[in-house]
């Protein structure tokens, strides 16, 4: 089975910043993409970042000027750079992955609570 290993939640301030990584257990070229998804309370899980092997990353119209999604192929890893965050930034952010012969995997999830 994939394995998604998420880390790097906890505590941040308003208009500080935090970095997510999630490690993958194969090349992560061997996904058609890979992203983020988060869930607040009383909200569904949305898409906040994913990018393919090729062309642009998505970013949701929330977080688009402030988080970065990055890959780091060598190293089996996808981060979330989050910067300028916001109280309603905080969430539980899970790690995704899509294989090119259309199977969904995910991570357990790492909570981001976003509060002065």
């Known amino acids: 089975q994939v394995q998604l290993v998420e880390s790097g939640g906890g505590l941040v301030q308003p208009g500080g910043s935090l970095r997510l990584s999630c490690a993958a257990s194969?090349?992560?070229?061997?996904?058609?993409?890979m992203g983020w998804y988060r869930q607040a309370p009383g909200e569904q899980r949305e898409l906040v970042a994913r990018?393919?092997?090729?062309?642009?990353?998505y970013y949701s119209d929330s977080v688009k000027g402030r988080f970065t999604i990055s890959r780091d192929n060598a190293k089996n890893t996808v981060n979330l750079q989050m910067n300028s965050v916001k109280p309603e930034d905080t969430a539980v952010y899970y790690c995704?992955?899509?294989?090119?012969?259309?199977?969904?995997?995910w991570g357990q999830g790492t909570l981001v609570t976003v509060s002065s």
């Open positions: 995704n992955a899509g294989d090119t012969s259309g199977g969904d995997h």
């Open positions: 194969r090349n992560i070229f061997s996904f058609n993409y």
């Open positions: 990018r393919g092997r090729f062309g642009s990353p």
